[in-house]
């Protein structure tokens, strides 16, 4: 048997090494979109542009929780108490910070500059840390939290209708509401400083 003969065949081996590594570029490629739009960065700025911006506020960190999988800051204004997901912008105490708020109405808190933002998990109207009052089933009185769905841009504009009664299979079924404390940001925006309308730039 000739040398070329008993050669095992490599080819496999390339595939199984091509397809890897194509597993990973598009791996990487969703990671860098996620963060891109996590942080709310400037290039994720000009495909989502920011339409709303409050005043500027005084910022008081007042818990970090940085766990794995559970990563968390709670941060003191004026206005109450910001939830920020994640720990990679916390900003000092007594530093200036703006809530933004993109035509999608995703919504950040950013440093005053516009950079340096956060994703705002959750939002207590006018309440001082610690002081967050809960029910008896543990909801906090006062707190909001988006509940979007999937809705176009103008849709996002005007606050989510009532629930509607719809057929189900075998008994009648009724959209569940959203849960207590969630709600549309166009809602209750104005709570944490950001404008009714759009900025005029962003129009």
């Known amino acids: 048997m ?7 065949d490599s080819r496999p081996f390339y595939w199984a090494l091509a397809t890897l590594g194509i597993v990973i570029a598009v791996w990487l490629g969703f990671k860098f979109f996620g963060e891109q739009r996590y942080y709310n960065t400037a290039w994720w700025q000009a495909r989502r542009p920011v339409v709303r911006v409050s005043e500027p506020q005084t910022a008081t960190p007042v818990e970090v929780r940085d766990e794995w999988r559970n990563s968390l800051t709670v941060v003191q204004t004026e206005k109450g108490l910001y939830f920020l997901s994640g720990t990679k912008y916390i900003p000092s105490a007594g530093t200036q910070v703006v809530v933004q708020a993109n035509d999608h109405w995703d919504i950040y808190m950013c440093a005053a500059n516009g950079q340096r933002c956060m994703p705002i998990h959750s939002f207590c109207a ?11 089933k543990g909801r906090a009185e006062g707190c909001y939290a988006p509940y979007l769905g999937p809705k176009t841009a103008a849709e996002l504009e005007t606050p989510p209708p009532p629930p509607k009664p719809r057929g189900g299979p075998g008994k009648k079924q009724k959209d569940l509401d959203p849960p207590v404390g969630m709600s549309h940001p166009s809602e209750w925006a104005s709570l944490m400083g950001l404008p009714a309308q759009m900025t005029p730039a962003a129009k």
């Open 126 to 136: 006018n309440t001082v840390w610690p002081n967050v009052k809960r029910d008896e």
């Open 2 to 8: 000739s040398d070329q003969a008993k050669k095992i």
